[in-house]
């Protein structure tokens, strides 16, 4: 064996491949769809929250709302969405490739109601806006994982707390109500309950749990600011709705991180059963007591929404039609409403979310999206992860589902309507699934 120098003849140097340097339109690509997923995101969130300067501050005035600033941002996701898809097509596919088959029914019930739809332009119109504000967080959630997704919405929950709070002070006859809701805040938002459902869950994607570790930062001090602000927010918008979801939310987070200590997944899955049965057990006896002072808190009943009247008047039609109810999102449309129930004040929605996905989509397509909610969740609870933010982040969507789960049973609009919580719904739901890609996809979804 030659210990000196090896050197290659002439023909091994012809024949060797040319190694050529990464293309530079390699990074561009990179760049651009990071920047093109990002706005797709951001936009989708601005749109499913509404948030717009000018709202009438008493909505039962009939002020009239100029819709093009939000039919505009719906409707530029869609030429953003076909840019994607020609950049980079199988990766698009595959996201959608593997459909959950709960959800394909759900789908396939959804369509079929389209044909027994009593407003078929309202629910063309729903189910095409659901469609295209679920792709964004989806695309996004899927290549740069649940740490980058949440990550993203801590911001854009920082920036709206802030914008919220200066709205409000510059411009206190637009942010805060009148006419019955006289005195509460709604700040950008619509509504005032659309300002606290945001809080509510913007609050648990922004908060950390347990000490910062070394030197205190900017960014931090920035968040505990916005975290803040959140507080102040849902305190002033009077919204009992809210409340519990914080309570619910902050008490899943400590739950969820104190299992995440059990490594053995069968005795997780042990724990979540009986904890189901203790938290039914006990809920049976607090819930009369403890939610009952809450509610007096806030001058409602114990549904929390003092609406109890509007499903006396609603559940008789879900008799009626059953199986694939009256049409996709139709009982989201007030003129809907003001044809089926009959009061003293103009009901705009039915305050129940699974009331109105009954009367929507019907009573099988309803189980069936609820199922697939519980069964997320349930996986989610049995799940171990290894990584520090994975942990983290993983508490976070659990409470959000969780929260989202219980607060549908006080408001109405919160799954499968393109408002306020569903980007928040759709990027905690998928389960653990490996990334590709560059340098800021190192972390697995979780």
Not at 73 to 84: E, K, N, Q, V
Not at 217 to 245: F, G, N
Not at 328 to 340: D, K, L, N, S, T
Not at 390 to 397: D, I, M, N, V
Request: proline residues 4%; contains cysteine.
């Amino acid at each position: 064996m030659s210990l000196g120098h090896s050197y290659l003849t002439d023909q091994e140097v012809i024949l060797r491949p040319v190694v050529r340097p990464r293309p530079r339109r390699g990074i561009r690509k990179e760049t651009l769809i990071r920047v093109l997923l990002t706005g797709m995101f951001y936009l989708t969130l601005l749109r499913t929250t509404g948030m717009w300067y000018g709202y009438p501050s008493n909505f039962n005035e009939d002020a009239s709302v100029d819709p093009f600033a939000q039919k505009l941002m719906l409707y530029s996701l869609i030429p953003l969405i076909g840019l994607y898809f020609v950049l980079e097509p199988n990766r698009f596919l595959s996201y959608f490739r593997r459909i959950p088959v709960l959800v394909f029914v759900v789908i396939i019930i959804s369509i079929v109601s389209l044909g027994l739809s009593i407003s078929f332009s309202a629910s063309v119109r729903g189910i095409a806006a659901v469609a295209v504000l679920t792709v964004a967080p989806l695309l996004y959630r899927h290549r740069y994982g649940s740490v980058e997704t949440f990550r993203l919405l801590a911001t854009f929950g920082m920036f709206a707390a802030f914008a919220n709070i200066l709205y409000t002070v510059a411009l206190p006859r637009y942010a805060v109500m009148g006419g019955s809701y006289a005195g509460m805040v709604k700040g950008l938002f619509y509504h005032k309950n659309g300002l606290g459902q945001f809080c509510a869950v913007s609050f648990i994607t922004m908060l950390s749990l347990g000490m910062p570790r070394g030197p205190l930062r900017y960014s931090q001090l920035l968040r505990w600011a916005a975290l803040l602000c959140t507080l102040l927010l849902i305190v002033v918008s009077k919204s009992s709705t809210a409340v519990v979801m914080v309570a619910i939310g902050v008490a899943t987070l400590i739950g969820s991180r104190m299992m995440q200590t059990v490594r053995n997944s069968l005795a997780r899955s042990f724990i979540v059963f009986f904890f189901c049965i203790i938290l039914g057990v006990a809920a049976s006896f607090a819930y009369l007591g403890v939610a009952q002072m809450i509610a007096d808190a806030f001058g409602k009943d114990l549904t929390f929404s003092g609406r109890t009247n509007i499903w006396e008047q609603l559940l008789p039609l879900v008799y009626d039609r059953p199986l694939f109810g009256y049409g996709f999102a139709v009982f989201r449309q007030p003129e809907i409403m003001e044809q089926y129930v009959s009061l003293t004040f103009d009901a705009r929605s039915t305050h129940n979310t699974y009331l109105e996905l009954a009367l929507n989509i019907g009573v099988p397509g309803m189980i069936a999206w609820t199922a697939f909610i519980l069964q997320r969740l349930g996986g989610r609870l049995v799940t171990i992860q290894r990584s520090t933010e994975l942990r983290a982040t993983h508490s976070k969507e659990v409470a959000i589902i969780l929260l989202i789960v219980v607060g549908s049973m006080m408001e109405a609009g919160m799954m499968l309507a393109p408002v306020i919580l569903w980007p928040y719904l759709v990027v905690s739901l998928p389960l653990s699934r490996t990334k590709s890609g560059g340098s800021s996809m190192n972390t697995h979804s979780g």
